[in-house]
C-alpha cells in the first residue's frame, strides 16, 4: 500500500492464539502477507484483531428516506431548479441517514503459510466488501435472503451480508480457519441483528458431497444439518473473494459451484479475484496463476461464445459479466484497489446440462 495510512488499527487479540501456532512458527520462511496487514507490527505471529471502517462514501446521499448513488448520474444536472411558493429553491428534504460509519472487528493473523491464507483478509475481500455495501445501501435486493460465502476466509463479507439476510453461510475448510471465521461472528455479534441466522460450515471444495462431517474429524461444531443443507437450495446468493489462485482449485471450485447453482432457486455469484503474476517455468512466460483456467470456465455474456468454450469442446454453463469497479465506490476506508482486481457477476445456465449433484 505504496504509502498509504493502513486500512486498519491493528491491536493484540485477547487469549486466543492459533491453535496451530507453534507449526505456523516452524515454516516461517513460506509466509505470505496481504498488502492489507502491511500497518500491522511484523512479526507478530499468531492471532491479531484489527478495525476495519466502513463508510458512506460522499457520493451515496440518503435522500427522502432513502440512499442514492450520484456517481454517474447526469440526471440531475438535467433537472430544472423548482422554486416552493415564496421563490426559494426547493431541495430535498433529508430525513436522518442511518448510521453512516461503523466498524467491523476481525481476528486474523498478519502472515501465514499457504495452506492457511484465509486466517488473512486480502485485498479482493475489501472489493466485495464495497460492491456488497452499495448494493445494501442503494437496493433492496439483498433483504431476507439467504447467501452463502464461499471460501470466507474471516468472514467479513458475509457478516455484512447478515445486516440485511435472512440466513448467512460462511463456509470454508479447515479447523483452524473455521474457528477464527466463528470467533470473528462473536466479536461482532452487536452489529448482527438478532433475526438474522449466521452459520460457520465447512463447505470443502475438494471433499465428498453432499459435506459430511467425515470430511473433518474436528469439525463437528461445523457440520451442516440437514436443514441446513436443504436451506441451500433456497439460497440465491453466492459470494467468493480471492479464491482463483490455482489450477487444481478452481477447478475444485467450480465443480462445487456448479453442485451449488444448478440446485434450487437461481443463484447469482459475485466473484472479486486479484490477478497475480508469476514466472511461469512452464509457459516462460509471467502468467496470472488460476486466470485463465478461470477464464476457460466462465463465459463472458459480451464476447462471442465460440471463443469461450470449455476444453472438452462444450460451452460452459458459467456466464458472467464483469463489473467496472469505478463505478463502486469505496465504503471500506483506507485501501488502496490497485489495478489487478477484478469483480465477476456470475450465472449458471442449467438448461441443457445435466446436473452432477
Ligand atoms: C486467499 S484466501 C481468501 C479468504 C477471504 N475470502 C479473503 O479474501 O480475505 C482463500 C480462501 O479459500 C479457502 N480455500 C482454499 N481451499 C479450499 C477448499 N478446498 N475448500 C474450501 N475453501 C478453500 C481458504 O481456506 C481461504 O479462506
Not at 502472515?111 to 483478509?121: A, C, D, F, M, N
Not at 464495497?130 to 474471516?154: Q, R
Not at 480457519?177 to 438474522?196: D, F, G, Q, R, Y
Amino acid at each position: 500500500m505504496e504509502g498509504e495510512t493502513p486500512p486498519i488499527q491493528p491491536s493484540p487479540a485477547p487469549e486466543t492464539a492459533s491453535s496451530s501456532e507453534e507449526s505456523e512458527q516452524e515454516d516461517e520462511n513460506d509466509h505470505v502477507m496481504s498488502e492489507i496487514h502491511l500497518g500491522c507490527p511484523p512479526k507478530i505471529s499468531g492471532s491479531f484483531v484489527s478495525h476495519f471502517t466502513f463508510s458512506l462514501p460522499p457520493d451515496v446521499e440518503y435522500i427522502e428516506g432513502k440512499y442514492e448513488y450520484e456517481g454517474f448520474d447526469d440526471s440531475k444536472l438535467r433537472q430544472e431548479v423548482s422554486l416552493d411558493d415564496d421563490g426559494d429553491l426547493a431541495l430535498p428534504r433529508r430525513k436522518k441517514p442511518l448510521k453512516d460509519t461503523f466498524d467491523v472487528a476481525i481476528q486474523h493473523n498478519i502472515t501465514s503459510s499457504i495452506p492457511k491464507v484465509g486466517l488473512q483478509v486480502w485485498r479482493a475481500e475489501l472489493v466485495l466488501c464495497d460492491f456488497v455495501l452499495h448494493k445494501m445501501y442503494t437496493s433492496s435486493e439483498f433483504n431476507g435472503i439467504v447467501a452463502v460465502e464461499l471460501g470466507a476466509g474471516t468472514g467479513l463479507v458475509g457478516m455484512l451480508l447478515a445486516r440485511v439476510a435472512k440466513s448467512v453461510y460462511l463456509t470454508d475448510h479447515g479447523i483452524d480457519i473455521l474457528e477464527n471465521c466463528a470467533s470473528n461472528v462473536h466479536l461482532n455479534s452487536a452489529l448482527l441483528p438478532s433475526k438474522t441466522s449466521v452459520y460457520v460450515r465447512e463447505l470443502d471444495w475438494k471433499a465428498s458431497w453432499p459435506p459430511t462431517q467425515d470430511n473433518c474429524a474436528s469439525c463437528e461444531s461445523f457440520a451442516w444439518s440437514r436443514s441446513e443443507f436443504e436451506e441451500l437450495k433456497k439460497a440465491s446468493l453466492l459470494v467468493a473473494a480471492d479464491v482463483i489462485y490455482s489450477d487444481d482449485l478452481t477447478d475444485a471450485l467450480f465443480h462445487t459451484l456448479e453442485r451449488l447453482m444448478s440446485n434450487g432457486l437461481k443463484k447469482v455469484l459475485y466473484l472479486a479475484l486479484e490477478k497475480r503474476y508469476n514466472f511461469s517455468i512452464n509457459d516462460l512466460n509471467v502468467v496470472a496463476n488460476g486466470y485463465s483456467r478461470f477464464r476457460s470456465y466462465v463465459r463472458d455474456e459480451i464476447d462471442d461464445a465460440e471463443n469461450n468454450e470449455l476444453q472438452n469442446g462444450s460451452a460452459s454453463a458459467f456466464v458472467g459479466t464483469r463489473i467496472d469497479l469505478t463505478e463502486i465506490p469505496h465504503y471500506a476506508v483506507n485501501y488502496n484497489r490497485g489495478h489487478d482486481l477484478e469483480l465477476w457477476k456470475i450465472k449458471y445456465m442449467k438448461e441443457g446440462k445435466s446436473s452432477i449433484v
